[in-house]
């Protein structure tokens, strides 16, 4: 069985990731899953440990950033706390699936750092404009915090040169198509392929 790949997408608020995710989980006839954070928050009514969320307490949470359980973590004291197990990460490759971490640049970089093998892909808007009038068109935030996000956009792409894909989310189905295309690509790779590989060189002739 071949190893699946962690596939990372990144990108601002308001680019898409929440839809171009669920399109690539919806399309992959459940051979991606998405990747379960832990958290210090309490669950809301309707959710469940261990499928929108691996629940735990502080000390809990304390205790996985101690013993490396964790690829990445956001620690805001004051706030509640979330980190990508690195267990749940491990056991879904393990078993041949596809994992999809939705996250931010710094949260990105780490789980490479972790996990060279992993594959980021950034998300672009075509434009700062457009971004704005999607942002504007949500109807969810005053002026000030779109402001906000702008600039924390500009910062996040900045760091584009760092990822190892980039798709502009200009028309959705196109990105959605070209994220699919950049995951097959990736399992042609003589890494994804490895196995194959060593096995192919050591057989007798």
Known sequence: ????????????????????????????????????????????????????????????????????????????????????????????????????????????????????????LMLAPPSMKELRRRLENRGTEEQEAIERRLAEAKSELSRMGEYDFVVVNDDLQTAIEECRKVLEACKLTPAYCKDFVSDLINEDF
Do not use: W
Request: glycine content about 12%.
């Open 1 to 120: 069985m071949k190893r699946g790949i962690l596939f990372i997408i990144s990108g601002p608020s308001g680019v898409g990731k929440g839809t171009v995710s669920k399109a690539l989980l919806e399309g992959s006839g459940g051979t991606m899953v998405f990747s379960v954070s832990a958290t210090t928050r309490a669950p809301r009514p309707g959710e469940v440990h261990g499928r929108e969320y691996f629940f735990v307490s502080e000390e809990e949470f304390e205790r996985m950033i101690e013993a490396g359980e964790f690829l990445e973590y956001m620690k805001v004291f004051g706030r509640n706390n979330y980190g990508t197990p690195r267990r749940y990460v491990e056991e879904q490759l393990a078993m041949g699936n596809d994992v999809l971490l939705d996250i931010d640049v710094n949260g990105a970089m780490k789980v490479k750092e972790n996990c060279p093998e992993a594959v980021a």
